[in-house]
């Protein structure tokens, strides 16, 4: 396995979610409590809850999703922006090129995933900033904002998931997973943060399209087209 930024962000993640799981003063000191960041200006909850998990199955999901559609991304981003058709002068010989596009994949990447995180809990911020009961925690939503970010850059792959068996158009799965994600917050009553979800996709869909506008050019191609 390469040591990029993926592979640490995977690493720490994992260290400290098993670390926290038999320490709950490290839960209650770190995980995102919107009544705390409005109250007691704890700001580095937006932050530090992506580093914890609920469970070992918890950490197991987002870990697993993570690393593979965070792999697709890397290698698409740094791939699709020195590509020597489009007249990159970096590009000689397949070594400068893989140089720098690796480098502008990984800096993408850790943008993404920790601004996607910190964007991800807007709306429960919103919703609870006055509630001291509430609580949340995992990387959930910073793994949605690079799923997104993967999807809107290569809405044609295919994505073969766990519990289907057989493969999916990336747009398809994209589609499913936010009406799915919609449904299961307006109905409520779960544990699981779904505006969390939703606000994370959205910042994967946006920062894609800063980027490289022309990938929602291509998103919507992928679907009509």
Known sequence: M???????????????????????????RYMFIPYDVKHHRRYDRYITHMFLHADIGHLAFNMFSLFFLGNMFLTQVGGDYYNPANGDEFYLDGGLMDTYGSLFGQIHFLILYLAGGLFATIIPFVRH??????????????????????????????????????????????????????VMDRRGGGRIAHDAHIGGALFGILYVLIINIDKGKEFIQAIFG
């Open 2 to 28: 390469d040591i990029n930024v993926l592979t640490i962000i995977l690493i720490i993640t994992v260290i400290i979610s098993l670390v926290a799981l038999n320490n709950q003063q490290i839960l209650g």
């Open 129 to 182: 900033q006055d509630n001291p009961h509430y609580k949340s925690l995992g990387a959930s939503g910073a793994v949605s904002a690079v799923i997104f970010a993967a999807i809107i850059w290569n809405p044609t792959m295919e994505l073969q998931l766990l519990f289907i068996p057989f493969g999916i158009k990336a747009w398809l799965f994209g589609i499913i997973y936010l009406v799915f994600e919609y």
